[in-house]
């Protein structure tokens, strides 16, 4: 696990969207898992200029989607996959049709977690790109969420409720049950971009970088997933303490 620590969330949102650049660049045929949330806002933002610039091609990529509210009807505001629309498909230009969704209307949902376990296994993930919930989730991988964890339906936490409330007008407009990939998908990818930004995350990203894995935290088992690198800014990882995380080559200013 690398932790690069960027002077603050403009700095951790270009950084980001350079890796992210660099592998569809790389790789147009990538598979991308996509994070909602305010955390990717700028990295997405920077990273549609920046392909543009690069005249890159994203007809062929194909993004996952992490994770959905259950009991919403389709057009629901506050679905995730129209926040992901919003914020990283449409100003990429991502084709929907390349879009590989979280059926959250399935008739049978426990059949669409498998069948979205098998499409993630087919290629694996080549670039996981996740935010840090203040309680340690990935995903809506909720504590305790031992790495083998499949996609699933779960239950939000009481502490997923209240931070979720602000984006919604309160904690009473948030759904209560939602569809995550799963821990063993995501820690499988082959590179994985860990955002995290602002004093409120920071205790929680201690625990994530320098205690051993738990499932109470289940985003610590990024420690023993290959090629992780977590972008904090400085409110997220002041400077001093000096790190002593999991991995020697954490602690790294950019
Ligand atoms: C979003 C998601 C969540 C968020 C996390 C951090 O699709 O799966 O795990 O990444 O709750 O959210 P923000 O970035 O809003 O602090």
């Known amino acids: 696990m690398d932790l690069i620590v960027t002077d603050d969330y403009d700095a951790l949102s270009r950084a980001a969207a350079e890796r992210i650049a660099d592998l569809i660049v790389t790789k147009p045929t990538a598979s991308l898992v996509l994070a909602t949330g305010e955390t990717p806002i700028g990295a997405y933002r920077e990273l549609a200029a920046t392909l543009r610039q690069r005249r890159a091609d994203v007809s062929r990529l194909r993004v996952f989607q992490l994770d959905e509210y259950l009991d919403l009807e389709p057009d629901d505001r506050r679905s995730l996959f129209g926040w992901m629309a919003r914020t990283v498909l449409d100003p990429l230009g991502v084709p929907l049709a390349n879009v590989v969704r979280l059926d959250a209307n399935a008739p049978d949902l426990a059949a669409a977690c498998r069948a979205y376990d098998?499409?993630?296994?087919?290629?694996?993930?080549?670039?996981?790109?996740?935010?840090?919930?203040?309680?340690?989730?990935?995903?809506?991988?909720?504590?305790?969420?031992?790495?083998?964890?499949?996609?699933?339906?779960?239950?939000?936490?009481?502490?997923?409720?209240?931070?979720?409330?602000?984006?919604?007008?309160?904690?009473?407009?948030?759904?209560?049950?939602?569809?995550?990939?799963?821990?063993?998908?995501?820690?499988?990818?082959?590179?994985?971009?860990?955002?995290?930004?602002?004093?409120?995350?920071?205790?929680?990203?201690?625990?994530?970088?320098?205690?051993?894995?738990?499932?109470?935290?289940?985003?610590?088992?990024?420690?023993?997933?290959?090629?992780?690198?977590?972008?904090?800014?400085?409110?997220?990882?002041?400077?001093?303490?000096?790190?002593?995380?999991?991995?020697?080559?954490?602690?790294?200013?950019?």
């Open 118 to 254: 098998a499409a993630a296994a087919a290629g694996g993930f080549d670039l996981a790109v996740l935010g840090l919930g203040p309680n340690g989730h990935l995903g809506f991988n909720e504590p305790p969420a031992p790495p083998d964890a499949p996609t699933r339906a779960i239950t939000l936490t009481e502490a997923s409720v209240a931070s979720n409330g602000p984006y919604w007008g309160g904690a009473d407009q948030v759904p209560h049950r939602a569809i995550t990939a799963g821990m063993s998908v995501l820690l499988a990818a082959r590179q994985t971009l860990l955002l995290v930004s602002g004093a409120r995350k920071r205790q929680i990203l201690r625990r994530v970088v320098e205690e051993p894995a738990t499932p109470d935290v289940p985003a610590s088992f990024l420690q023993r997933a290959a090629n992780v690198t977590v972008f904090a800014d400085r409110e997220a990882w002041p400077s001093p303490p000096p790190a002593r995380a999991a991995n020697p080559s954490a602690g790294r200013s950019a």
